[in-house]
């Protein structure tokens, strides 16, 4: 379950759509493992095909004048950069059976990646970084407005721009290694994978700083832009009620972040 869970209206209607969902596509729904999207805008479960497959029904609910854009059309963008050559727009995919390395998108444990991982890590986001896109994770203007006002700096100049995953958090990401989760992908700035990573381990020093290890342009010049924009997305969340439990920790990244900006 994601938080916040949904309203119990929007749980009974998206369980209803969600059931159509698995009649129309002739896939039967197993009892167990279903995940809810932020406040219920999503729920994924598992199903097996009419042969047997295992597979993951995927039911995404958007207004329908918001039913278009970055993370409606984000898994289907996915698929045609990243994938096979298949997609299912429904969406129904091949069932990821690896386990998360976290049940929970803010991290509860410490967690350590061996070498091979983060070495499979590193080529991953590579290879996402190095994918042409027109899509946008995240925008200059938001960062010129949202990181004064959360952050109390300037929005940091941006040096070179990357394609990001866009929510890289402990929640999407398996082991053996598969990144889950890609509605919110496109352009962002250098590094802002590896800060929202950092940024959802900051419960769990330990690992936070072995985050910092094995990405050391975090807390570097060149990834100023990428952490302000982290910390001032979260911040914005907290203003609104969500992710409370990381307050006290992105305050204290938000004071790192202006010292660094005063001392350049």
Known sequence: MYWPPPAPDTEQRMRAHHADAAKALDVRLELGGEFWG??????????????????????????????????????????????????????????????????DPILQHDLYLPDSSRTDLAEALERVSATVTDRVAIRQQYM?????????????????????????????????LRLLDWEGWGRAPERFDAATLYAYSLLRPATAAHVRTVSPVLGSPAGLAAEAAVCAMLLQTVARGDNLTLEGQLRDWSEELRGRCSSR
């Open 38 to 103: 932020w406040a219920g805008r999503t729920l994924g479960a598992p199903a097996r095909t009419a042969a047997g497959a295992p597979v993951w029904l995927r039911l995404v609910s958007e207004p329908t004048a918001k039913a278009s854009g970055m993370l409606w059309d984000g898994a289907t963008d996915a698929q045609h950069a990243f994938g096979d050559g298949t997609a299912h727009r429904a969406e129904l995919s091949p069932r990821v059976g690896q386990p998360v390395l976290s049940d």
């Open 144 to 176: 010129d407005r949202a990181i004064p006002e959360f952050v109390g700096i300037p929005a940091p100049a941006v040096t070179c721009w990357t394609t990001a995953h866009g929510d890289l958090r402990w929640a999407n990401l398996t082991s053996p």
